[in-house]
């Protein structure tokens, strides 16, 4: 199964920026496969907040990005707010034989 | 209200069974696929099984393959998880999802989970 790798956590203070990776390691890259971004508040189910690697869908705020190049892709959150503080998971096909779609390892957003 | 709602989780003992459904409202359920994502206590999410608009194909993840079936019924619009021979590690929070087609699709929108706890 391919693995999609984030960074276990990040934290910034109110206003900043941060940024979350998101990296393939299938050998076999997948560069093209498209990478989406999920946002999963304490307790909650989770919620759809970038689709095709730069996407927002409808009532997310321009603070959240995205981009993708090769086999990384990254989410930025800029203007760090506190009910930005949950669990970030990537998700993109999976290339190998054993999965259809993969989750990244999931990241934790701190506001100090 | 566009929605899906999950029900039917629990605590079983390990090798037992257990069927999961989920009712969708709001949305032309035929024309997605759907899919079910589970997430262990304290982990990350890991996608189950998906199932065509029509449900002539099916799709699992490896260490559910023959274990789980996914089923569904247009005319109810609902969605269906058989789970036999249930193991400790199926533990999880499962989570009913819509898939929306672009390029590669993604999960739009998610229901509130159904708990099973596997006992061993």
């Known amino acids: 199964q391919s693995v999609l790798t984030q960074p276990p956590s990040v934290s910034g203070a109110p206003g900043q920026k941060v940024t979350i990776s998101c990296t393939r390691s299938s050998s076999n890259l997948g560069s093209h496969y498209d990478v989406h971004w999920y946002q999963q508040l304490p307790g909650t189910a989770p919620k759809l907040l970038i689709y095709d690697n730069n996407n927002r869908p409808s009532g997310v705020p321009d603070r959240f990005s995205g981009s993708k190049s090769g086999t990384s892709a990254s989410l930025a959150i800029t203007g760090l707010q506190a009910e930005d503080e949950a669990d970030y998971y990537c998700q993109s096909y999976d290339n190998s034989l054993s999965s259809l779609y993969v989750f990244g390892t999931g990241t934790t957003v701190t506001v100090l | 209200e566009v929605q899906l709602v999950e029900s039917g989780g629990g605590l079983v003992q390990s090798g037992e069974s257990l069927r999961l459904s989920c009712a969708a409202s709001?949305?032309?359920?035929?024309?997605?696929?759907m899919s079910w994502v589970r997430q262990a206590p304290g982990k990350g999410l890991e996608w189950v099984a998906n199932?065509?608009?029509?449900?002539?194909?099916?799709y699992y993840v490896d260490s559910v393959k023959g274990r789980f079936t996914i089923s569904r019924d247009n005319a109810k619009n609902s969605l269906y998880l058989l789970m036999n021979s249930l193991r400790a590690e199926d533990t999880a929070v499962y989570y009913c999802a819509r898939e929306y087609s672009s390029s590669w699709r993604y999960f739009d929108l998610w229901g509130r989970g159904t708990l099973v706890t596997v006992s061993s």
């Open positions: 709001g949305f032309t359920f035929r024309i997605y696929w």
């Open positions: 199932i065509k608009q029509d449900g002539s194909e099916k």
